[in-house]
């Protein structure tokens, strides 16, 4: 390695040593990003009755997409895995769940929208929405 008269390494040694971290960095973070998912499978799903489970936490539903059967009478597990209350709102229907504590469950029937399509959900605790905890409720 070069180095200076007082033991520290020049630039161009330093470059040649960090340079493939500097490379490294960006293609492995691209690399579990790829393997991470994107949220698009994976959806819990129920035709005419049958129950799906959320796990709730902060700021987020998992799963964060589900699909039901149009006009089904779902009931839906509402876990809260989070430190904070939560709970679920469904836009169209204008149906809310009741709140639930930290390490609580709760289960929740609802009416499925007649209409298909796609529906906005999220969470009525002030700032949550804004915070990313949101998802979809798909009727098909």
């Known amino acids: ?11 161009r ?6 340079g493939g971290l500097a490379l490294a960095v960006p293609v492995m973070s691209a ?4 393997c991470g998912g994107g949220g698009g499978g994976g959806g819990g799903s129920t035709s005419g009755g049958g129950k799906i489970t959320i796990e709730m936490s902060e700021y987020k539903y998992n799963p964060a ?3 039901v059967s149009p006009g089904a009478s779902v ?7 989070g430190s904070l209350q939560h709970d679920y709102h469904i836009d169209g229907i204008n149906a809310t769940s009741p709140l639930v504590d930290p ?8 009416t499925a929208p007649s209409q298909a399509g796609t529906y906005d959900t999220w969470c ?3 700032g949550h ?7 979809k409720l798909e009727v098909k």
């Open 75 to 81: 009931t839906v597990t509402l876990k809260n895995v």
């Open 124 to 126: 009525t605790v002030a």
């Open 129 to 135: 929405k804004e915070l990313g905890m949101v998802g």
């Open 103 to 110: 390490g609580k469950s709760i289960d929740w029937t609802f």
């Open 31 to 34: 690399l579990l990003a790829a």
């Open 13 to 18: 040694a330093l470059v040649r040593r960090f």
């Open 65 to 67: 997409t589900i699909t």
């Open 1 to 11: 390695m070069e180095r200076v008269h007082d033991g520290r390494l020049t630039r």
